[in-house]
């Protein structure tokens, strides 16, 4: 038996150790090159995010990988990624291959199958590839906008800075904390009304009862009032005075013919006239009346 040469050995070692370092690097990025896989082909237009070794799952399943990326010059300048799957995976035509990243930054190329047909994507088949519109996609729209609304933010601070500095606000708010005294003010000499109001209150309710009290005696005293009799004699009062008001009125009294008589009345008229003149005549001549005589 030959002897196996140091250079050999070294040559060997050195073929084994390069294999076993392209098969760790493989591993870590998540290539098994031991796994029987079939390669596919999809085009995307925007690859922000995938990366090599990048998982290729179906319903949340990971059944293949990113193996490769290229650019494709010819064609818009669209990416064309390789796919490794597993072995046994068929992709039905009309499926999706949709690109979602998240927002940490991590890519993931979800696979929906069409169940609508039986026929299947061959190896040479292209695929176009779907990128779903994320949330730093959604921003990357938003930040125009953003930058349109920052002038208006401006203004708006400038406009709440001016507002705050301007002394017509700080005499607003003095006269709002003079009004606040005013109203604890207020409300102290309300709460001082009402203290004495609860005193006053029992006394005035004491006078009250007793007013009610009085009300009730004379309720009860004109009760006892003997209402009947006192209407007969009212009532018998009143014939009376109609009875005499029908004798001044009538011809046949003495009374009534005093009242009633007009030539009676004449003729007192005409004697108190003449007695009048009587008199008067008396004071001017008393001689005429009066006769003195001295012996």
Request: charged share 20%.
């Amino acid at each position: 038996m030959n002897k196996i040469s140091k250079e050999v050995k070294i040559g060997l070692a050195f073929v084994i150790a390069i294999f076993i370092l392209y098969y760790g690097i493989s591993f870590l990025k998540g290539i098994n090159i031991f796994k029987p896989s079939n390669s596919f082909m999809v085009v995307f237009d925007d690859v922000a995010g995938l990366t090599q070794a990048t998982p290729v799952t179906l319903n949340g399943f990971q059944v293949g990988l990113v193996s490769s990326m290229e650019l494709d010059a010819k064609h818009n300048n669209r990416v064309i990624t390789y796919l490794d799957m597993d072995k046994g995976i068929k992709i039905p035509k009309g499926s999706k291959m949709i690109l979602d990243v998240s927002v940490l930054g991590s890519a993931t190329i979800m696979m929906e199958t069409n169940p609508y047909t039986q026929e299947y994507v061959s190896n040479t088949d292209t695929i176009v590839g779907i990128r779903n519109k994320g949330m730093i996609d959604a921003a990357g729209n938003m930040l125009p906008q953003v930058q349109n609304l920052l002038p208006k933010i401006d203004s708006i601070l400038s406009g709440i800075n001016l507002l705050v500095n301007s002394p017509a606000l700080t005499q607003s708010l003095a006269d709002v904390n003079q009004i606040t005294n005013d109203l604890a003010k207020t409300t102290k000499q309300l709460n001082s009304m009402m203290a004495t109001l609860n005193k006053d209150v029992p006394t005035i309710t004491g006078n009250l009862s007793q007013v009610s009290t009085d009300l009730t005696g004379v309720s009860k005293q004109f009760n006892q009032i003997d209402l009947a009799a006192t209407y007969k004699s009212v009532d018998a009062t009143m014939k009376n005075i109609e009875s005499l008001s029908v004798k001044m009125n009538s011809k046949e009294s003495s009374l009534g013919l005093l009242l009633n008589d007009r030539q009676l009345y004449d003729s007192l008229n005409a004697t108190i006239g003449n007695a009048s003149l009587l008199l008067k005549d008396v004071k001017e001549n008393p001689s005429r009346y009066i006769n003195v005589k001295v012996f």
